[in-house]
Structure formats: structure tokens, C-alpha cells
């Protein structure tokens, strides 16, 4: 068992987890999900909201003019073509504008709208007459914060009296020198340097603090203790606000620590449910005869869209490759791209460009492609150890209840380990996993 292992970890090009490729690794997938959200997550979850105060009244907002925001920022957030605040702004954005300012911990995943939501309320907070730094905002990663900067910018597009500074590496600044910015974007450590060391920033004047991603910041301890201590610098009234994708217990006792008598909102993720799935199985004896048995049902999933699943980046490469010289058009995805290269390709394949996407199980964690209806675990997910990976075949093949189409996956197995795998699978969810026999298709029409 042992001597598999090894070959199995020597084989596989994945690396080991470290701190360092944690962090990439979240902030990648993080950016990955900001590049291609290019609207507002459906979801039919309920938002939760727990107020400091209970016996204060509960404010919602359905309109943006509700929120009696300046002119100028309403036209720049009708010129982003929103039409109404997303589920988490309705609530969010009343407690962020309220007077005296509230503080705020904010959980929804990627791409329902807290980003949009905290650059209006920063926007809205700044006095353009006073030239000096009043907004903070710190992301784990210097993309993360160009991107955001890319928001403010858009949305303060009427309001040019407002300026942005990015405190980020290669961004340097004299000592003493006295930002006339009053919104800075940046990271954790550029940030410290500014308020502390270089004495850019007067933390003691910033009166909105944001930090944004603390799922991906807390991947680091250094992260997470610059922005405890950028934290502390900051005066009592300033507002503190507080974003993340998650809420393991990790973030939640980060938060506590940043973010003083806070509100809470959360709005939970859609449940995921192999309801609607017909799931099935096929054997091979190797890797050749998976190839031959997915090119028997190729003209079968590529009625709709199909993602193909391997283990590693050198699968993944392979069978691109194999089907490109059967003449098939398929898209690759693949870990050494850039994270710009893989957003162009995931936009590709939603526009339909491509309709089949061969992909490794590192890069498409935490991508939603709705209209797929088809998945080919080419190689089965498994853990570290060799064990089903029943989170991560969920995630590739469930839907989510309301919106799920029904959709069909096909698992390949080649060696009594992934037989192993597939019946560990079966077991966890209790749903049996059919044979396929691929060369009688009739079953899967
Ligand atoms: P998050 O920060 O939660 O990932 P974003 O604020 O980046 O979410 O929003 C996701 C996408 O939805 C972006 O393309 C953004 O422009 C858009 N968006 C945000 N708020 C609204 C809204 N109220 N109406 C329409 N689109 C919105």
C-alpha cells in the first residue's frame, strides 16, 4: 500500500500543501470567480440576519433610490446596469449607510454582491473636500485588490472628485509623503507599511475599514496578523466591515477578532443533491480503453455541454490532446495557466465556444458552469490518503435543488481501487451507480 502511495504521489504532479500554495492557490480560484461573475449567483436561500441591537428596527431596502445615495453614485450604479440591490445588499447596504455607521459581517459566496455592495458604502462615506485617506480596504492578494479597484473606479465614474491610491508592492512611496487619496486599496503588508513605518496614512483619520476575502486572508498568519494590527491603529468609531465567501470556524474567530459588536448577514450557499443525476459507471482495463470508451459515447454528451474530470494536469493534457486528433473540439483548463488565460477559456465554453471543457479537479473547484449537464469523471475524486473524495463528486456532479436541470455522469473505472472509490461513493450518498454498457447507448438517451 505504501509503495502505491508513493508512486501514486511521485506520479501525480499535484504538490503538497503549503501555506504559501494555499494561499495561491484560494486567492487564485477567488480571482478566478470575480473574472468570470459578470452578473448576480441565483440563489433561493434566505438571507440570515442577526443584529447587534435586536430591538432595533430592521431596515431592507428593494430599490437602490431608497438608500437616498448622492446622484452621482446612483448613476454610476445604474451606468453598471444594476436595476436593484442583489438579496445581500437589500440588507447589507441600509446597516453599512446608517448613521452612526454600523459595523458588519458579511457571508454569501462568490458573485451575489459584496463587492458592489461595500465599494457604494465606501464611496458613500468619503468627504471629496478633505484630501487625506478615509476609507481602507485590504485583500489578500495584489489581483484581488487591482480588481477591486476596478469596481470603485467604475462605480465612482460620475463622482471624479473622489481618487483612489493602491497600497500594493511596487507602489512606493516616500516616508512622510501624505496621501490626498480618500480611498486606499491594498494588501495587508503594503498597507502596515503606510500607516505604521512610512506614515502615508493616518490611520487614525480612516473612518470606513474593509477587509475583504478573510476566507483566502486568513490562509496566511502573517496575513492575518497585519490585519489585526492595521486593525488595531484604527480609531474606536470607525466603521468595520467584513467579507468572506465562507464561514469555517477559523474565519468566523478572525472576524470576532476584527470586527467589534458587529451585525451578521449571511446567505447560505444552495444546497447540492445528486436528485436529479442519473450517475453510471464503466469498465476499462487502462487508461487507452477509457479513451476509447469516452470517444463511444462522445456523440452522446456532446448533445449538451460536458466537463471531463482527471486527476492530474498530465491526464488532463493527454486526453485533451487524444480527442483534439480525433477531430474533436475540446477546451482545456489547466493548473500552469495563468488565471487570466483560465477566465478566457471558462468564458469560452459559457458562450458555448467549446462543448466539451478537460479540466483537473484544483482548477474548477469553486466554478459554477450552470448550463453543463454532463460530467465524465475520467478519473474518480479522491483524497490524499486514496479515499473517495464524496465532497468534491458532489460538487462536480450535483445540482443545485431549484435551478438543477437533470443532468447525467459517467464514472470510468479502470482498477479495483477506483472500483474501491466508486462504491465508497455509493455508499456515502446511498444511490446505486449503474453499469453503462457504452456500446448499447440506448440507456443514457
Ligand atoms: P461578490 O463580491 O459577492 O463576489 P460582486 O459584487 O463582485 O459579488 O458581484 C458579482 C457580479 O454581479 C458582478 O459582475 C457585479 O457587477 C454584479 N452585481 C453586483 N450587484 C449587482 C446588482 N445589484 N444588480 C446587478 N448586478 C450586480
Known amino acids: 500500500v505504501v509503495f502505491h502511495l508513493l508512486t501514486h504521489l511521485l506520479k501525480s504532479d499535484r504538490s503538497f500543501t503549503c501555506h504559501s500554495c494555499l494561499l495561491e492557490d484560494k486567492a487564485a480560484q477567488s480571482l478566478l470567480n470575480k473574472m468570470i461573475h459578470t452578473s448576480l449567483v441565483n440563489t433561493t436561500n434566505q438571507v440570515e440576519v442577526l443584529q447587534r441591537d435586536p430591538n432595533s428596527p430592521l431596515y431592507s431596502v428593494k430599490t437602490f433610490e431608497e438608500l437616498r445615495l448622492k446622484d452621482k453614485l446612483l448613476k454610476g450604479v445604474y451606468d453598471m446596469g444594476f436595476n436593484r440591490p442583489s438579496k445581500i445588499q437589500e440588507n447589507a447596504l441600509?446597516?453599512?449607510?446608517?448613521?452612526?455607521?454600523?459595523?458588519?459581517?458579511?457571508?454569501?459566496?462568490?458573485?451575489?454582491?459584496?463587492?458592489?455592495?461595500?465599494v457604494l458604502a465606501m464611496l458613500s462615506h468619503v468627504d471629496p473636500t478633505n484630501k487625506w485617506a478615509q476609507c481602507l480596504c485590504i485583500a489578500p492578494t495584489y489581483e484581488l485588490a487591482l480588481q477591486t479597484g476596478k469596481v470603485i473606479e467604475q462605480m465612482g465614474k460620475f463622482y471624479p472628485e473622489v481618487k483612489l491610491a493602491y497600497a500594493i508592492r511596487g507602489n512606493k512611496l516616500d516616508r512622510g509623503a501624505k496621501l490626498q487619496e480618500q480611498i486606499v486599496i491594498g494588501t495587508p503588508g503594503t498597507v502596515l507599511d503606510w500607516c505604521s513605518k512610512l506614515k502615508i496614512i493616518n490611520p487614525k483619520k480612516i473612518s470606513v475599514f474593509v477587509l475583504d476575502e478573510a476566507d483566502v486572508m486568513i490562509a496566511t498568519q502573517g496575513h492575518q496578523d497585519q490585519s489585526i494590527r492595521i486593525q488595531r491603529m484604527l480609531p474606536k468609531e470607525c466603521q468595520m466591515l467584513l467579507f468572506s465567501a465562507t464561514f469555517e470556524d477559523s474565519v468566523w474567530k478572525f472576524a470576532e477578532r476584527v470586527v467589534p459588536d458587529p451585525n451578521i448577514i449571511k446567505l447560505k450557499r444552495e444546497e447540492e443533491t445528486l436528485d436529479t443525476i442519473k450517475q453510471y459507471y464503466v469498465l476499462c482495463s487502462d487508461k487507452e480503453e477509457k479513451f476509447t470508451a469516452l470517444c463511444n459515447i462522445y456523440g452522446a454528451i456532446t448533445i449538451a455541454q460536458?466537463?471531463?474530470?482527471?486527476?492530474?494536469?498530465?491526464?488532463?493534457?493527454?486526453?485533451?490532446?487524444?480527442?483534439?486528433?480525433?477531430?474533436?473540439?475540446?477546451?482545456?483548463?489547466?493548473?500552469?495557466?495563468?488565471?487570466?488565460?483560465?477566465?478566457?477559456?471558462?468564458?469560452?465554453?459559457?458562450?458555448?465556444?467549446?462543448?466539451?471543457?478537460?479540466?483537473t479537479n484544483v482548477c474548477s473547484r469553486g466554478i459554477d458552469v450552470e448550463q453543463v449537464s454532463v460530467v465524465i469523471n475520467f478519473d474518480l475524486p479522491m483524497d490524499k490518503y486514496g479515499n473517495a473524495d464524496n465532497e468534491t463528486y458532489l460538487h462536480r456532479i450535483g445540482r443545485t435543488g431549484r435551478f438543477g436541470k437533470r443532468g447525467l455522469a459517467v464514472n470510468m473505472i479502470d482498477s479495483k481501487h477506483s472500483m474501491n472509490i466508486l462504491n465508497q461513493i455509493e455508499e456515502h450518498f446511498n444511490k446505486k451507480i449503474n453499469k453503462l454498457d457504452t456500446d448499447d447507448l440506448d440507456e443514457i438517451e
Not at 441600509?94 to 461595500?118: D, H, V
Open 94 to 118: 441600509p446597516m453599512m449607510l446608517a448613521e452612526p455607521p454600523q459595523n458588519l459581517i458579511a457571508q454569501s459566496q462568490s458573485g451575489t454582491g459584496k463587492t458592489a455592495a461595500f
Open 306 to 359: 460536458a466537463m471531463i474530470f482527471c486527476h492530474t494536469r498530465r491526464t488532463a493534457g493527454w486526453l485533451a490532446a487524444e480527442l483534439t486528433k480525433e477531430g474533436h473540439v475540446v477546451a482545456l483548463l489547466s493548473g500552469e495557466m495563468t488565471v487570466e488565460q483560465r477566465a478566457a477559456i471558462i468564458e469560452r465554453f459559457r458562450e458555448g465556444k467549446e462543448k466539451v471543457l478537460v479540466t
